[in-house]
């Protein structure tokens, strides 16, 4: 995401030994520990369960739609039974979250919307990919 201009340059930087993104991980970390030392674990569960399944239902929704208008893309992994296997993620996915109380749901709002605000005004002008896209499309 850096590498694209998403997040500042500063993150992109590989460690030289062990050539991962260690700069983000210690961030990360950092506040990660940060939060849960400050939030009541289960409000800080509850924040990681609906965004990593909110996260799971778009990638299997994704699946799908790869599939069908990039036939052709090359893939590293095959999802198997597609689309049956993806629409059982999403169906299970959503039941569970289901199963989360209001007050996850507005949080996740509140940190959606403030990731959104995040993108649209820093990451998007400064994306890679995004000036690519324009160019071509002059």
Request: glycine share 6%.
């Amino acid at each position: 995401m850096s590498r694209d201009g998403l997040l500042p340059a500063w993150f992109s930087h590989a460690h030289p030994r062990f050539h991962t993104p260690h700069r983000p991980t210690l961030v990360i970390g950092a506040l990660t520990a940060i939060v849960a030392g400050l939030y009541p674990i289960r409000e800080v569960a509850e924040l990681v369960n609906i965004g990593t399944l909110s996260a799971f239902v778009v990638i299997c929704i994704s699946i799908i739609v790869m599939r069908r208008t990039r036939p052709d893309a090359q893939r590293s992994f095959r999802t198997p039974l597609v689309p049956f296997v993806p629409l059982v993620g999403v169906g299970f996915s959503l039941w569970l979250l289901s199963k989360l109380p209001p007050a996850a749901w507005e949080r996740f709002v509140i940190w959606m919307t403030i990731g959104l605000i995040f993108y649209f005004s820093y990451g998007r002008e400064r994306s890679k990919l995004a000036r690519a896209a324009r160019a071509s499309a002059e």
